[in-house]
C-alpha cells in the first residue's frame, strides 16, 4: 500500500511563494513517474505538472508555466511542487499522484487514470 502525503499550503499574497512536498511510502518510489493536480471550488481537477521517474523531464500545464518547478529526491522519497509569482486563480486543493506503471518514459503525464495512488490534498489560498 502507498502513501501520499501533502504538506505546504497555506494563504499568499498574490506575487509570493509556496514550495509543497509529497512524501510517499510504501513503494520503491524511485521507480515511478509523480504529478500534481489542483481542484478549485466548482471546477475539475486539473493537471498541473508531471515528473519522470528519475528526473530527468518535467511537464507543465501552461497556466503555470515559467512559475512553477517541479522536482524530486528520491533518496527521501519526496516530490515538491515550488510555486512563485502565484496568482489568485491558482487557489485550489493540490494533490500529488503516483503513476501505475514503474520507468515510464512517455509523455503523457496529463492523463489522471494513469495514476494509481493519490495524496489527500492541501489547501492553497492566495489573495489579491
Known amino acids: 500500500q502507498v502513501q501520499l502525503v501533502e504538506s505546504g499550503g497555506g494563504l499568499v499574497q498574490a506575487g509570493g511563494s509556496l514550495r509543497l512536498s509529497c512524501v510517499a511510502s510504501?513503494?520503491?518510489?524511485?521507480?515511478?513517474?509523480m504529478g500534481w493536480f489542483r481542484q478549485a471550488p466548482g471546477k475539475e481537477r486539473e493537471f498541473v505538472t508531471g515528473?519522470?521517474?528519475?528526473?530527468?523531464?518535467?511537464y507543465y500545464a501552461d497556466s503555470v508555466k515559467g512559475r512553477f518547478t517541479s522536482s524530486r529526491d528520491n533518496a527521501k522519497k519526496t516530490v515538491y511542487l515550488q510555486m512563485n509569482s502565484l496568482k489568485p486563480e491558482d487557489t485550489a486543493v493540490y494533490y500529488c499522484a503516483l503513476r501505475g506503471q514503474r520507468y515510464y518514459n512517455g509523455d503523457y503525464y496529463d492523463r489522471q487514470s494513469e495514476y494509481e495512488y493519490w495524496g489527500q490534498g492541501t489547501q492553497v489560498t492566495v489573495s489579491s
Open positions: 510504501g513503494r520503491i518510489f524511485s521507480s515511478y513517474g
Open positions: 515528473i519522470r521517474w528519475d528526473g530527468s523531464r518535467t
